[in-house]
């Protein structure tokens, strides 16, 4: 589907609906839950869980539906602290031969990878509403459940 993904009706209803387009009656509506991490994540990446799933759960975001999502963060964040780790031991650069005999210096692949893992970090923190920018635009409720507003409009 080309264009922008379409905004969940619950951000609709929390931060307005100023295109008055017609609100999704059918969207699935997941329960607030804090799932459990799976057995294979790594040492940092279940680390990286219990911090992300507490503040997720805090501030009202996380649901049954979103466990998949918290393992590919809690994932990537660890990828960025083995990463981190990596670059402090090795050095940003590395110094390679090239094809005329010389050398010269380049970036090490693992500079490379950290900086494709913190975009995907990112992504993940703006698909939860983490972010400053991600936060500006929703209203939350701190986490406290409250009655759905259009719940007596969709029965």
Do not use: C
């Amino acid at each position: 589907m080309a264009g922008r993904r379409p905004k969940p009706t619950q951000l609709k209803l929390v931060a307005g609906n100023a295109g008055k387009r017609p609100l999704n009656a059918a969207e699935p509506q997941p329960r607030r839950e804090l799932p459990s991490p799976p057995a294979h994540l790594s040492p940092q990446a279940r680390v990286a869980w219990g911090r992300f799933s507490a503040l997720l759960d805090r501030i009202g975001v996380l649901t049954e539906a979103d466990a998949t999502a918290l393992e590919q963060m809690a994932e990537t964040y660890a990828e960025i602290i083995w990463l981190r780790a990596d670059i402090e031991d090795n050095g940003r650069f590395q110094t390679v031969k090239t094809k005329a005999g010389g050398e010269m210096e380049r970036l090490r692949p693992a500079y490379t990878a950290l900086m494709d893992a913190d975009r995907r970090l990112k992504a993940w923190l703006v698909e939860f509403g983490t972010t400053p920018a991600a936060r500006s635009k929703v209203k939350g409720n701190g986490g406290e459940e409250q009655e759905d507003p259009a719940a007596a409009y969709f029965q």
